[in-house]
C-alpha cells in the first residue's frame, strides 16, 4: 500500500509550526486510541500511522530531509529510518504527550505495563568542519551520562504495590471515573533502591563519564540532529534515553559551502588570463591544478566535478565550483604604467563581447 504523505495523515498544512503538529497528532492520538477503541484494527492502524507521521515531523532533521525527498528521504541510512511502529514503541516515545496522566484518567485504567519508562536524553552539540562533514567522519565524543550503579538492587515499592501508579476513583457528572497518577515514591518505576553503593543517588544512579563512538555520515548540515538510541542516562527499571547529537558547522576559511556543492574564489592576474596558466588551487581534498585557458572572461565559472560534499543520502556528490576574478592592479610603477599605455590603443584589448561571453544571469541559470 502507497504510504500516506505525513501531513495528509495528521491534516496540518506543510508550513504548520511544531506546535500546530503536535496537537494534530495528539488530537488523533486521542481518537484512535486502543483503549478508546477495542478490537478495532482500522483504528489501531490509524493510530499507528499518525504516530509515524508524527515521529517524522517532530524531528527537525527527519522532517528537513522529508519536505526534501519524501518516504524516500527516510529510508532505512544509517538508522534513521521512519519505517513502521508498533505500539511499544509508540507509547514508550511518545507517551507524554498525553500529558501528565491526564489522557489515561480521561480513558479509565491507563496502560500500565504498556509503557515503558525512559531515561532522560542527553544532547552533546558537536562541532564539524568543512572536510569532515563532505566525507563523514567517525568521532570518540566524552559524555558524562547516569548509570545505574553497580551492586544497586531494587526492592517492590509499597505505596503502589509495584504498579507505578496511585489509581482514585473519582464521581463526577459522567459517572466514576479512575484517575491514575505515577506514584510519587518511586516515580512510577514500581520499584525502589533497596541496597546501593554509598555514591550512588537516591535512584541508584551514579555520573560516569564514557567515551562514545559516533559515525557521522557526509552531508550533514549546521543544525541538525542525530540520535543514538539508549546512548542518553539510564533510569531504574526502564529503558535508557537516547543521546542526541546536534551538529555545528565550523566555516572553512577558503572553501564557502553551497549546499553540495563547494564554492571557491580564484583570483588571476589579467596577464595569466589572457596568456593562459596552470593554477593551483584548493580543494576539500588537498590541491589540484586547473588550468586557465588563454583569453579566460573575468566571472568565468570553472566545474570540478565530484569535488563537493557527498550527499547525505549517500547516492552523489557535489561539485567545487572555482569562480574566476580577474584582478586589475591597484598600484602601477612608471615601467607597468608606460607599457600598459602603449597597449591602451591595441585593438584585442577593448572589451568585444560576443556570444560566447554569457551574462551572470545565464551563467547563474547553467550551474544553480
Ligand atoms: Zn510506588
Same mark, same amino acid.
Given at each position: 500500500m502507497a504510504k500516506r504523505d505525513y501531513y495528509e495523515v495528521l491534516g496540518v &498544512? =506543510? &508550513?504548520?509550526s511544531a506546535e500546530e503538529i503536535k496537537k494534530a497528532y495528539r488530537k488523533l492520538a486521542i481518537q484512535y486510541h486502543p483503549d478508546k477503541n477495542p478490537d478495532n484494527p482500522e483504528a489501531e492502524d490509524k493510530f499507528k500511522e499518525a504516530a509515524e507521521a508524527y515521529e517524522v515531523l517532530s524531528n527537525p532533521d527527519k522532517k528537513a530531509r522529508y519536505d526534501q525527498f519524501g518516504h524516500q528521504g527516510l !529510508?532505512? /541510512? !544509517? !538508522?534513521f529510518g521512519g519505517g513502521g511502529m508498533n505500539m511499544e514503541d509508540i507509547f514508550s516515545q511518545f507517551g507524554d504527550i498525553f500529558g501528565g496522566g491526564g489522557f489515561e484518567s480521561f480513558f479509565g485504567g491507563g496502560r500500565g505495563g504498556r509503557r515503558t519508562k525512559k531515561g532522560t536524553n542527553l544532547r552533546v552539540k558537536l562541532k564539524l568542519n568543512l572536510k569532515e562533514i563532505a566525507n563523514g567522519v567517525e568521532k570518540k565524543i566524552k559524555v558524562k551520562r547516569q548509570v545505574l550503579a553497580e551492586g544497586v538492587t531494587f526492592k517492590t515499592c509499597q505505596t503502589c504495590q509495584g504498579t507505578g501508579q496511585i489509581k482514585k476513583v473519582v464521581n463526577t457528572m459522567l459517572g466514576q471515573m479512575v484517575s491514575a497518577s505515577p506514584c510519587h515514591v518511586c516515580g512510577g518505576n514500581g520499584q525502589i533502591v533497596d541496597k546501593k553503593p554509598a555514591e550512588a543517588d537516591p535512584r541508584g544512579l551514579i555520573l560516569k563519564e564514557e567515551v562514545i563512538t559516533i559515525n557521522i555520515p557526509a552531508g550533514v548540515a549546521d543544525g541538525m540532529q542525530l540520535s543514538m538510541s539508549g546512548k542518553g542516562n539510564e533510569t531504574a527499571g526502564g529503558i535508557p534515553g537516547d543521546l542526541l547529537i546536534v551538529i555545528e558547522e565550523v566555516e572553512d576559511e577558503i572553501l564557502q559551502r553551497d549546499g553540495n556543492n563547494v564554492v571557491y574564489d580564484l583570483y588571476v592576474s589579467f596577464v595569466d588570463a589572457a596568456l593562459g596558466e596552470q593554477i593551483e588551487v584548493p580543494t576539500i581534498d588537498g590541491k589540484v591544478k586547473i588550468k586557465i585557458e588563454p583569453g579566460t572572461q573575468s566571472g568565468k565559472i570553472l566545474r570540478l566535478k565530484g569535488k563537493g560534499i557527498k550527499d547525505l543520502n549517500g547516492y552523489s556528490r557535489g561539485d567545487q565550483l572555482i569562480h574566476v576574478n580577474v584582478w586589475t592592479p591597484k598600484q602601477l610603477s612608471k615601467e607597468e604604467r608606460s607599457i600598459l599605455e602603449g597597449l =591602451? /590603443? &591595441?585593438?584585442?584589448?577593448?572589451p568585444d563581447p560576443g556570444k &560566447?561571453?554569457?551574462s551572470f544571469f545565464d551563467k547563474m541559470k547553467e550551474f544553480f
Open positions: &498544512s =506543510k &508550513s504548520a !529510508g532505512g /541510512n !544509517g !538508522g =591602451k /590603443n &591595441s585593438d584585442n584589448f577593448k &560566447s561571453e554569457k
